[in-house]
């Protein structure tokens, strides 16, 4: 059973064009989180997924970023015309139910030059 | 929200028991507590969760009064491996019955020779 699937592991954008991140999560997972890490600081939430429904973004910034976990394939988090302040490291974690243990992706480190 | 506070850095020797304590003061009634583990550049790694009590697996015990107002992460003979970040969550209880993590600064362990 693999684990939780982030991809890609490193993403350099420029200045005002658009990121995508993927997270496949585990299988027979339902529940999706997004978490971010700037340098030397903790993960913040950002938003947490349910199949094709969004439970909670109270950590999502107000615009530029979306997110979403379709039927079918990974959820995605979107972030449209990225700023150097979006560079940090993106992770994805998933749970068989929406307590307890969940299981984190190795990251996806966003770049924006 | 229940937030936590924890040392922000111990640092021991080989061999050694780390005991990491965590405050959550303001802990709801359906919360739970859980540990994890991240080293650098990778996510973050489950260790050990409890609601009261004593909990004992084969990395880590854990250790709650009570009152539940704080925890101990208690790891045995750690060895240079168990450098890293710990963080002490509680359980939040999102809209829907779902558990968003709400991650802290942690407690960064620092294991020498």
């Known amino acids: 059973n693999a684990g939780v699937m982030q991809n890609p592991r490193h993403l350099v954008r420029r200045r005002g064009q658009e990121a995508r991140l993927r997270c496949s999560p585990m299988?027979?997972?339902?529940?999706v989180y997004w978490y971010r890490q700037l340098p030397e600081e903790g993960l913040k939430f950002m938003v947490y997924?349910?199949?094709?429904?969004?439970?909670?973004e109270s950590g999502m910034p107000k615009e530029r970023f979306s997110a979403e976990f379709p039927k079918e394939g990974p959820s995605i988090l979107r972030i449209q015309q990225v700023v150097r302040g979006d560079s940090a490291a993106y992770f994805c974690?998933?749970?068989?139910?929406?307590?307890?243990?969940?299981?984190f992706g190795q990251g996806t480190r966003l770049t924006v030059v | 929200l229940a937030k936590t506070t924890q040392p922000i850095s111990m640092d021991s020797y080989e061999g050694q028991e780390v005991n990491i304590t965590c405050s959550h003061n303001?802990?709801?009634?359906?919360?739970?507590i859980t540990w994890y583990q991240q080293f650098p550049s990778q996510g973050p790694r489950f260790i050990i969760q409890?609601?009261?009590t004593k909990v004992t697996n084969e990395v880590a015990s854990l250790f709650i009064p009570a009152d539940r107002k704080s925890s101990t992460l208690s790891l045995p003979r750690v060895s240079l491996s168990d450098t890293a970040v710990y963080y002490c969550?509680?359980?939040?209880?999102?809209?829907?019955?779902?558990?968003?993590?709400?991650f802290g600064t942690g407690t960064q362990l620092k294991v020498e020779l």
């Open positions: 974690a998933s749970s068989l139910r929406g307590a307890g243990e969940a299981f």
């Open positions: 299988k027979g997972h339902s529940h």
């Open positions: 997924l349910q199949k094709e429904n969004i439970i909670d």
């Open positions: 303001n802990i709801a009634t359906n919360d739970y």
């Open positions: 409890g609601y009261k």
């Open positions: 969550l509680v359980g939040d209880e999102g809209p829907g019955g779902g558990n968003k993590l709400t």
